[in-house]
């Protein structure tokens, strides 16, 4: 019988920084999509899981290379290989993207299929000779079998070069050779290299991290480079985070130095690039403090380039410059020309004898892991396509690719493009757009894609796709104007089509944005009604999207001139989901705060961190159930920042105060839904529980809200979003106290039948609040029945001009 093909929102291909990267983004951004990394080998990682060999570290400072969501906390900012590839696996399973990556699947084709709007990706189910992370037993390559999936998009990670193989040029007589030819890319486990006379050939980042790792283990190296290169000590722990760390913490002292350190790296770039004699004699001045007076830098260090026309090489603690300096490094500057028996002979007749080489020269390029692509079937030319703005290709729908910067982190233009990315799918999303792509303008003028000296690049230019002279088809090397355009700039142009139905999906309104705030926390919000009205803030309850909100009432305020700002609370929606401890269900039962958790006081943070974002100085709050504490708390903690206060079916989390009934507690209790109809079914039985018997809930309608919810950001988290929000409000406790600091303009709304806070809730709200008002609602339970929103709305309109009233009696 044959199986249905399985089909992918987003296919990411390959789980290395960028595919893990791209994951975690679409996790935070997109949670209801289906996503899957296929790695073709056995463990995650990428680059930091293939190399092995002594030394392996990063080329530039971690605060920058690692992930702008998850900033890098050890003191070390240049970083050896395990620490980032730890630093990775541990990314991975905070965002559950390590659930996501299918080992040893190699993508062999893809063909997009216009009429279906949709790609056909070909997958060899291969093997390796070693036992895989997920428990695959070791087997020979490509014994297993083909398969096939489609998806929306692929999101191609696979990088720039061939895993299977590094570049090693052709140097005669390597089979008199006597001894051992190894080559970086793949080091071999039991290479003993202590004692032993070891030749690397090379003057890049890998010679120049090899040479002092091997020289540490007991070797004797050579260095053996055809030309110079520019090569520069610098410290491994930053001295400006060293300050900082002592007094704002690990945490602030990572993001503060990713901004820092991108900013110190265009400078320099920009320094060098526009002074490079003056760079030049700097370079050369700071390592003629390091070295000997009788080193010959003329020689070994004098490249015949300009700073940064090729990668500059970075050495930290000055640990080669140490080597050479005592005598357990040497460099030898000339052509190498043949192997002997007994090592290599140069172009100068001069032999280099060696028990092992070394060939550290560079990688073979393989762009997008090399996937045969084909548009309805005709193969694709990659030399015929020009990048659009560095994440698409000209001519080709539904895709996104991953290159990083050659003249700074890498990382920092994954994650300006993932973050475009991920804007490009919200805004087809809401326009019902089923495929995007970039058309180039006819006779437009090209160049390289990759602007760089370094050989394994220039080797692969004629294969690579090409680039445009000016935005947005200009590959730009520089992060601050990449971050104005892909993270703060229009998101599309007229050179970006759109097929799929045009206009809004049915019940879209406005377009979800997102901003991000300064504790790290994302916010995903929408706004509605006109510019200049008066802006209201719509905050949600436990467990509740920005959706929860009836479009009757949204409606209603716009009409009436109001601006209506919806945001998802975080851990709702399509906000940040927390990486903070989840309560137990005793905990939850009991009411008991849990250490290390957040407070009803921080949402209040977060909203706060919106206005400022949207440059809003006051604003009337209006909350439901814990959006009502949350936005109590704006009032009391930001008494300038509020006009009018509006508390509906909410509590003063005072004990014995507002509780739930026994029924409502057994359904929060119940397992968490795990699929998409489970959690409809869900939804369908609460609200109808909720809503009560007098103005039930419309079984039909909250099946369609509560498809909506799912789509927008539910997903089978086992419940602990919504556990964590429990556990804000029951780490804030009773805050009467600060209630009763209240002095806006104050209407508390509660219904009689609300099943999961009692009306003493409502009432000791409006007690606690001087001069507040409030107002019950008969037969309404803990929802918003279509019966009972006119008479919200009027309430709410009618309580708004009490906030302008209250400013002109301050005035």
């Given amino acids: 019988m044959e199986t249905e093909t399985e089909h992918l929102d987003v296919l990411i291909i390959g789980a290395g920084l960028s595919g893990i990267g791209a994951a975690c983004r679409l996790r935070q951004d997109h949670p209801g999509r289906s996503i899957a990394l296929l790695e073709s080998r056995g463990r995650p990682g990428g680059t930091w899981d293939l190399f092995r060999y002594p030394g392996i570290r990063s080329d530039s400072d971690l605060y920058t290379f690692g992930y702008d969501f998850r900033p890098w906390l050890e003191e070390k900012a240049i970083a050896d290989g395990p620490s980032i590839l730890s630093y990775l696996k541990e990314t991975a399973a905070q965002y559950g993207v390590d659930t996501l990556i299918r080992y040893h699947h190699k993508v062999i084709s893809a063909d997009w299929s216009s009429r279906d ?40 990670a696979a990088g720039y070069y061939r895993y299977e193989e590094g570049y090693t040029p052709e140097i005669l007589g390597r089979e008199h050779f006597a001894g051992r030819i190894v080559h970086p890319q793949h080091w071999p486990e039991d290479l003993d290299v202590s004692g ?12 120049v991290t090899l040479v002092p790792a091997l020289a540490e283990l007991g070797a004797r190296v050579t260095m053996i480079q055809r030309t110079p290169t520019y090569i520069l000590p610098i410290p491994a722990e930053d001295p400006i985070a060293r300050r900082l760390r002592g007094v704002v913490g690990p945490e602030r002292t990572g993001k503060i130095m990713a901004e820092v350190s991108a900013r110190r790296q265009r400078a320099i770039w920009a320094f060098c690039q526009r002074w490079p004699n003056l760079a030049r004699k ?15 830098l003329d020689t070994h260090l004098n490249p015949s380039y300009r700073p940064w026309d090729q990668r500059l090489c970075a050495v930290p603690d000055a640990d080669f410059f140490t080597a050479l300096s005592n005598g357990s490094a040497t460099m030898v500057t000339g052509q190498t020309a043949a192997f002997t028996d007994r090592g290599l002979r140069l172009a100068s007749g001069d032999e280099v004898e060696a028990d092992v080489v070394v060939t550290a020269t560079g990688l073979a390029l393989r762009i997008l892991g090399g996937v045969d692509l084909r548009l309805d079937g005709v193969p694709v030319n990659l030399a015929e396509t020009v990048a659009y703005r560095g994440v698409m290709l000209s001519g080709i729908p539904n895709m996104a690719f991953a290159v990083g910067y050659t003249n700074a982190s890498w990382t920092l233009k994954v994650g300006l493009l993932t973050r475009w990315f991920s804007r490009l799918l919200a805004r087809m999303d809401q326009l019902g757009h089923t495929a995007a792509v970039p058309v180039a303008p006819a006779g437009m003028a090209t160049r390289p894609l990759l602007d760089f000296g370094a050989g394994y690049i220039q080797r692969s230019m004629a294969d690579l796709p090409r680039q445009g002279t000016q935005a947005p088809w200009l590959m730009t090397m520089n992060f601050l104007a990449d971050r104005r355009d892909l993270q703060k700039g229009e998101l599309v142009d007229e050179h970006l089509r759109f097929s799929g139905p045009q206009g809004p999906l049915p019940g879209a309104q406005e377009e979800d944005r997102f901003v991000d705030l300064e504790s790290g926390v994302r916010l995903c919000y929408r706004v509605d009604g006109p510019d200049d009205g008066e802006p209201v803030v719509l905050l949600a309850g436990l467990g509740l999207d920005l959706m929860s909100w009836p479009a009757a009432f949204v409606d209603g305020l716009t009409a009436a001139g109001y601006r209506v700002i919806r945001p998802d609370n975080r851990d709702a929606g399509r906000s940040t989901r927390m990486n903070t401890p989840v309560p137990s269900l005793l905990h939850q039962a009991l009411a008991r705060p849990v250490p290390g958790a957040y407070r009803v006081e921080d949402m209040a943070d977060d909203v706060v961190g919106l206005l400022d974002h949207l440059q809003v100085d006051r604003a009337h709050m209006a909350g439901m159930s814990m959006g009502g504490m949350i936005a109590q708390s704006v009032a009391a903690h930001y008494p300038d920042r509020v006009l009018t206060l509006t508390s509906i079916i909410s509590t003063t989390g005072a004990r014995k105060i507002g509780a739930a009934a026994l029924s409502t507690k057994r359904r929060f209790a119940a397992r968490p839904p795990r699929t998409r109809d489970e959690f409809i079914k869900a939804r369908v039985g609460m609200m109808r529980h909720l809503s009560g018997r007098v103005n039930p809930a419309d079984p039909a309608e909250e099946a369609k809200i509560g498809g909506q919810a799912w789509d927008r950001g539910i997903y089978p988290d086992r419940g602990t979003a919504r556990a964590r929000q429990l556990g804000a409000v029951n780490a804030s406790a009773d805050r009467t106290g600060d209630i009763a600091k209240i002095k806006a303009p104050t209407l508390v709304i509660h219904g009689d039948r609300d099943p999961i806070v009692h009306p003493s809730g409502g009432a ?48």
């Fill in 196 to 207: 032993k006379r070891i030749a690397v050939i090379g003057s890049g980042a890998t010679a």
């Fill in 764 to 811: 000791a709200t409006a007690a606690a609040i001087a001069g507040s008002r409030l107002v019950t609602v008969p037969g309404m339970g803990h929802y918003f029945h279509p019966a009972v929103v006119p008479e919200l709305l009027r309430l709410v309109t009618g309580h708004l001009p009490a906030g302008r009233t209250a400013e002109e009696s301050a005035c």
């Fill in 117 to 156: 709007a949709r790609w056909t990706i070909t997958v060899e189910r291969t093997r390796t000779p070693e036992a895989g992370q997920d428990g695959a037993p070791a087997e020979p390559v490509g014994t297993a079998e083909t398969l096939h999936l489609t998806a929306g998009w692929i999101f191609n």
């Fill in 282 to 296: 700097l370079i050369r001045g700071i390592q003629a403090k390091v070295l000997p007076e009788d080193f010959d």
